[in-house]
DNA sequence: GGCCATCAACTTGTCAGACAACATGGCCGC
DNA sequence: GCGGCCATGTTGTCTGACAAGTTGATGGCC
């Protein structure tokens, strides 16, 4: 019999993965729901898994792999393996999960106005500088901008970006949308970041020059943004009205 | 050959793990680090590093496929495999890594007075009920405490633990250590949790009470803690001082 | 000389069978 | 009845092989 090969339909066939692999490790994760299995239970062994699956061994065990390394599944020398809790955590819309604010805005159930409240030209701070890995004489484009739900103010942004990313005057590009589309246009799609969190009141120059007086206490994220090539394009600060907004992540 | 076997000294070298894919698993993370291969670099093939670390092919693998799953590496069938950029992204402190407030606190170079404010057995509220799973009629301990740092308040901390985790009447237990170590001392070590965080005001109750009006702005965690099993053991809401925390994790 | 098809080499994906090491429970002797 | 021994089950590792995707070189054709 020749190793797999045999194109093997199961093109388009529901989820699965490209590889074997892939594949396997969906099965046993669908064996155990089939089987109602908890955490704790011992999941079937690999032999039976083979039986049940087909497939080799060192395939059935990679796929393993990914479960363990992914904390669904541990594993005892001579016993077998077995479902983990902390697979069952499960949270809704993780606080690591990386999306754009926009995106996000959906999540809230919130549709948003976009106010551009400024954009320049600007040399960066020594922070700003360390995080971007900016040379010596690069400067930045400062853009400053509100998010309202029905005229009411529920996050400020400031975002500093590369200014070499934008080969446009800064005057010709539409801020007022969302800046990931901005970016992805320039080649430069933003895909991860490295963030920080505290809570804090707003800036005193935002509240006053803004009116945001009202606004109460923030949930403030700094994040430091890149693409999948690890290149880091902006930093960006975005105060959420402590009010309206609230952020899931499970810890283990 | 025996295959492996002879008991390989190797024991207490340094980190390694206990079996040849986990020191496979950080021999090729040594290795990458050696040679100083970045983001979007092709790593040695499978059979270099063969040649550099032993083992058979299915072991180098299995290692491999837990650097895969855990996004530090990608593979392209027939090229080879790549760093990626998602696995340069350190963080510090991860706010998804569990630990303990009092674990937290050499973390930040705090050493805490830990105040206890009150004690008591209640009936939950349906939130608590809901997120503990707790049958009718269960009760639940309310613990109150304050945590100061040089005489000032850093952390108001209000937990909710099911009352039948712990054999003993309340007012017999310590609680102004490490709530972990007590409940770990009963057979309920917490070890995961899922977690929603937002930014808030202390709660008036808590101000008027205990003289909290400076507090400022505050980082608020809800937590529902489990042990290694996924048993719920206790709600908690911890609101650090904004002022003097921030919180690290990745986004991708 | 330039272009394209073919092919060899490299690399990852999968398969088969085997032995080693740890865990468990039953069997047997005492 | 009890304890040690051993068969069995399960995971850990090794060897060798073929399949399939990618890349670059080779060589023929125009």
């Known amino acids: 019999m020749p190793q797999r090969g045999e194109d093997e339909d199961m093109a388009g066939a529901g989820g699965g993965g490209q590889t074997t692999v892939m594949r396997f490790r969906d099965g046993i994760l669908n064996l155990v729901a089939e089987r109602g299995l908890k955490a704790g239970d011992k999941i079937p062994t690999e032999a039976e898994l083979k039986a049940h699956l087909g ?4 395939t059935i065990r990679e796929a393993l792999k990914l479960l363990e390394q992914a904390g669904i599944l541990s594993v005892e020398h001579g016993r077998g393996r077995f479902l983990t809790a902390a697979g069952t955590l499960h949270v809704a819309r993780s606080i690591t999960h990386f999306e754009s604010i926009t995106e996000m805005a959906g999540h809230f159930g919130y549709s948003y106005e976009n106010r551009v409240l400024g954009f320049s030209e600007e040399t960066p701070d020594k922070a700003v500088r360390a995080a971007l890995k900016l040379a010596p004489g690069e400067t930045i484009i400062r853009l400053e901008r509100l998010r309202l739900h029905e ?6 942004c400031l975002a500093m970006i590369r200014r070499s990313l934008i080969s446009d005057p800064i005057y010709e590009v539409d801020w007022s949308g969302s800046l990931n589309a901005v970016l992805e246009r320039y080649g430069h799609a933003p895909r991860m970041s490295t963030a920080e969190a505290r809570a804090e009141m707003l800036p005193e120059s935002a ?3 803004h009116g945001l007086a009202d606004f109460g206490p923030a949930f403030l994220i700094d994040e430091t943004v890149f693409t999948r090539s690890g290149e880091p394009i902006m930093f960006a600060s975005d105060w959420y009205k402590g009010s309206h907004f609230a952020f899931n992540f499970a810890r283990k």
Chains 1, 2 share one sequence.
């Open 207 to 209: 509240i006053s020059r």
């Open 55 to 58: 497939g080799s061994r060192p």
């Open 151 to 156: 005229r009411k103010p529920l996050i400020y």
